[in-house]
């Protein structure tokens, strides 16, 4: 058998070695040439790459379109190996109003839209340069930024922009690479030059004075920005936090004293489609039971209607619902980690951000100002020969018709630069005028003065600034706020108030039947059913509890563990069949039943008590609800009691009636307020306990039932006394159950 050919270097390496050196490259990659921006040019390799090649294609603000597929072509061919697909999502992406703030690329056909239909192929679609990514290139031509050889080593390819605009910040980026994210909303790019020109003044200046300037982000889909400015503060000085966004909305007035809502204006990244299919989602689940309707009325503006279930519907409190349960509201995230300089990534605060930008544009105008100034020598060591020639030129022609080496004769006889006597000897026979020559001295002469006025700059750095300050305020001035590409588009509204909706609005409002049966079972019947006799058990069950409700009500079920057990009326199984055990939905104790059931009214007192005559006052029903499946212990009993009295406490008189057929009448206020305990004694038993109570006004007299009928004792003086005693023998004629009812 022969051995295998040894093909390399081979060595031995541990796997988990290997595996994270693999890795490792492969996360740099994703990091540093996908995912993160430059903070200079606030570009990606891909982005950079598109509009140079566009570039390359002369496909200029002011020329003609071509064909997407043409530019796709030449960026995947020469610089960016990788799928056109990928490259043409983001060529589109720089063409959407709704998707950039300011498009770098101006395309002509399908683009897509805001409902997030795709666009469409690249063979239909054709692109060109917008005046903002020209200002992107600005100064490409005059070494204002670094290249590199392309990934095959056949073109070369600029490194960064040399970047008049703040892209990074008024267009914003994301994206996701190994271990690491970025999200940058964009922002309005005059603002972003005040507050450039302010840090450019006061190199020392807070956070806060920047936030004066650019108060937050400007999204090109509008909305109004609802953050507080402490939290704005905080995201832009730590360069993490997010901004809340709504939808932009206004009530259109009907006849009859009917309205509606339009929409004009929805968050950033929210496609339109979407969010118009999870509203009637939710309204076929009926979880928006304000809401009656919503239509897309939208042509070229969006525009969403939304119709209230009624006239009493207040538009504040439909759209608090709108906001908590759709996409009318999202929040946008800030992580500014970008790649430095240094192609280090990391996150910057807001004025890392600026620094690093007006640092690039202070080295852009140190390049650019040596570059004019090498071509400036060069020119007028080129003009220096033509006058030289000028005054010698019957000398020059003789020379150039005589000598054999016309160049070394020239350089020899006037003491001429090799670049001299090379321009003198291309000069065309129609320069030799006098015209020509005066020409020639006037532009000695206007570019020595360019040139000294340039050494000055280089040399005076506070000249710079000023330079690099005048050239951000036209920036501003071009895109700023009074072009219509760069007005706010994002209001800057208030942190929304604590607005309380009540739970009942976010539930359908629909009439119910509650039933608990003796073993447990409990349902809710559609309807208000006055008929009992008709709901159907289990063999051996019977009807135990039954009342109407709504389903917006909260139900409080109190367990003769003296327990308070809380559940919503839309939570209730359906009255199909025979419904479910209680305990799937409360952790009732093994021993505890349920001693009552009745729908939650706030603002109630309430009565508790247990059988063994102890009992007290709860101020607001509201004490007794339940968050959890626990319940809430309220009524604290002996082993061997149990609480099975709740009622209304409304009246000025409580009637206790014991086992022992003992009947104590006293004043309501005998009884103290607490919200948890054992109670005081309501009346003292030598044997047994309390078989019923009764809160009533005194005036009124104390009733009773007697079959079908109902008698009443208005003269209460011989059981009238104070809490705790023991009470005497009911009037004549008090049923033998010892209960009032």
Request: aromatic share 6%; net charge negative; proline share 5%.
């Amino acid at each position: 058998m022969t051995e295998p050919a040894v093909t390399g270097d081979i060595r031995d390496t541990p796997l988990a070695e290997a595996l994270g050196e693999r890795y490792l490259a492969y996360a740099m990659s994703t990091i540093v040439s996908r995912s993160l921006p430059d903070v200079r040019d606030g570009l990606k390799p891909v982005h950079r790459r598109l509009l140079f090649a566009m570039r390359q294609l002369k496909l200029d603000p002011d020329g003609g379109f071509k064909k997407c597929a043409r530019v796709v072509g030449d960026v995947i061919g020469k610089y960016h190996p990788h799928g056109d697909t990928s490259v043409y999502d983001a060529l589109v992406r720089l063409a959407q109003d709704f998707a950039v703030r300011y498009p770098l690329v101006e395309g002509q056909g399908n683009f897509g839209n805001i409902d997030g239909d795709n666009a469409a192929a690249m063979r239909y679609t054709e692109a060109k340069l917008t005046e903002v990514a020209a200002a992107l290139m600005e100064g490409l031509d005059e070494d204002g930024a670094d290249f590199r050889p392309t990934y095959d080593g056949t073109e070369e390819e600029p490194v960064v922009m040399p970047t008049a605009f703040p892209n990074l910040l008024a267009n914003g980026s994301a994206g996701i690479a190994v271990g690491m994210a970025t999200s940058i909303p964009p922002h309005n790019a005059g603002e972003i030059c005040a507050a450039l020109i302010h840090l450019i003044a006061h190199p020392d200046c807070d956070i806060d004075s920047l936030i004066d300037r650019m108060p937050g982000p400007d999204f090109p889909t509008g909305g109004t920005l609802v953050e507080t400015r402490a939290a704005i503060h905080e995201a832009y000085r730590t360069g993490r936090g997010s901004f809340r966004v709504r939808a932009k909305w206004a009530v259109e007035k009907l006849s009859h004293g009917l309205y509606q809502i339009v929409i004009t204006e929805i968050p950033y990244q929210v496609q339109k489609a979407k969010l118009v299919e999870k509203i009637a989602e939710l309204l076929g689940d009926k979880k928006l039971p304000l809401l009656a309707d919503v239509r897309d009325e939208s042509a070229e503006d969006v525009r969403l209607v939304l119709e209230p279930r009624n006239r009493t519907v207040e538009a504040e409190l439909l759209m608090e619902q709108m906001f908590r349960q759709t996409d009318l509201e999202s929040r946008f995230p800030l992580n500014m980690n970008v790649l430095d300089r240094d192609a280090t990534p990391r996150v910057m605060s807001l004025k890392e951000v600026l620094r690093a930008f007006l640092d690039h544009r202070m080295d852009v105008l140190e390049r650019r100002s040596r570059y004019r100034l090498d071509k400036i020598a060069r020119r007028l060591e080129v003009l220096a020969g033509f006058l030289i020639a000028f005054l010698n030129l019957d000398e020059v022609i003789r020379i150039i018709r005589e000598e054999d080496e016309a160049k070394a004769a020239l350089i020899k006889r006037f003491t001429l630069t090799d670049l001299q006597a090379e321009a003198i000897l291309n000069m065309r026979l129609r320069s030799l005028r006098r015209l020509e020559e005066m020409e020639i001295k006037g532009e000695h002469t206007k570019l020595a003065a360019e040139q000294a006025d340039l050494e000055a700059l280089m040399a005076d750095e506070g000249r710079r600034w000023t330079t690099i300050a005048a050239q951000t305020a036209e920036i501003g001035r071009r895109f700023g706020g009074d072009t219509k590409l760069g007005r706010r588009r994002t209001e800057l509204g208030e942190a929304p108030s604590a607005v309380v909706v009540p739970m009942e609005a976010y539930i359908e409002r629909e009439p119910i039947t509650f039933i608990l049966s003796e073993k447990g079972w409990i349902r809710a019947a559609k309807g208000h059913v006055d008929n009992f006799e008709a709901f159907k058990f289990k063999e051996g069950d019977q009807l135990k509890f039954a009342f109407k409700a709504e389903t917006t009500d909260k139900l409080l079920l109190f367990a003769t563990d003296g327990r308070f057990y809380t559940i919503g009326g839309d939570k209730l199984p359906s009255g199909r069949g025979f419904g479910e055990p209680l305990r799937l939905m409360i952790d009732l104790a093994n021993d505890a039943e349920i001693a009552t059931v009745f729908p939650h009214r706030p603002g109630r007192k309430l009565l508790v008590a247990s059988d063994a005559g102890r009992g007290f006052v709860i101020k607001d029903e509201a004490e007794v609800i339940a968050q959890t499946r626990a319940g809430k212990m309220i009524l604290n009993v002996e082993k061997g009691e149990k609480a099975v009295f709740c009622l209304p406490f409304e009246g000025d008189a409580v009637a206790v009636m014991g086992n022992n057929r003992k009947l104590l009448v006293f004043m309501a206020e005998e009884i103290p307020d607490m919200t948890r305990g054992r109670g005081v004694i309501l009346q003292k038993y030598r044997d047994g306990g309390m078989a019923d109570i009764k809160v009533f006004n005194l005036a009124d007299g104390l009733s009773w039932k007697m079959g079908e009928r109902t008698r009443s004792e208005t003269d209460l003086t011989p059981w009238l006394g104070k809490r705790a005693s023991i009470g005497r023998l009911p009037p004549t004629g008090f049923p033998r159950s010892n209960r009032f009812t």
